[in-house]
């Protein structure tokens, strides 16, 4: 366990010096309002990751976005989904009212990175069209979506990212940056993309993601 915690360090360390996902044009912010930050307000500092609206009150974001790396982050009501960010506006913003934390995700008293997933239930229902769950594992090309604490204010995406899951984390060639954890992995499912991981940190050659499939093993 503890050789897993000193690989997601590593990992996320490694994040610090890669390369940001290109620039989302504006025009096409408005189809993916349902990904915002994920805003953790504490005494000195504001921290930030990024999230997912998968219902109309659910985030899909990082176990170590909203509890560390040892269980014990914020209080729900400390955090904020602020959907569809852009520039200083926001098409919706929603406080958080409970979070669960996937059950294994630090069952050892500190993260394991395979199980790096979790959920805020926000106080009220967000105005933002969800998006959707990926049925099963699937493969790419995926998309990626997310802020990065050097570009906060514009999504970063990419939609042509190979990938594949290995050691129970789909693996994927391009970058991330702190910010961006949390952040939807994407697949086409018909006409349209669906959530099917979520970012978790940045490996040797491109982000890990846990798969959503993680979400029903208990």
Known sequence: MR???TCFLLLWATAVSAQDLPVLPASDHAAWQAVG?????GYRKREMCTGTLIAPDKVL???????????????AEDFTFVAGWLRGTAADSVAGASIWVHPRAYAEGLLDVRFDVAILTLERPSRITPL????TDTVGPYGILGY???RPHMLGA???????ITAALLRLDC???PGNSGGPVLSRDGDRWAVTAVISAMGQSGA???PVSRLMQR
């Open 132 to 135: 959707p769950l990926a049925a």
């Open 208 to 210: 890990l993601a846990v």
């Open 148 to 150: 990065s604490t050097r």
């Open 158 to 164: 990419a939609f042509d990212c190979d990938g594949r």
């Open 175 to 177: 970058p991330v940056r």
């Open 61 to 75: 974001t990082a176990a170590h976005c909203v509890s560390g790396t040892d269980g014990l982050g914020p209080h």
């Open 3 to 5: 050789t897993l915690v």
């Open 37 to 41: 930050r994920v805003n953790a307000a």
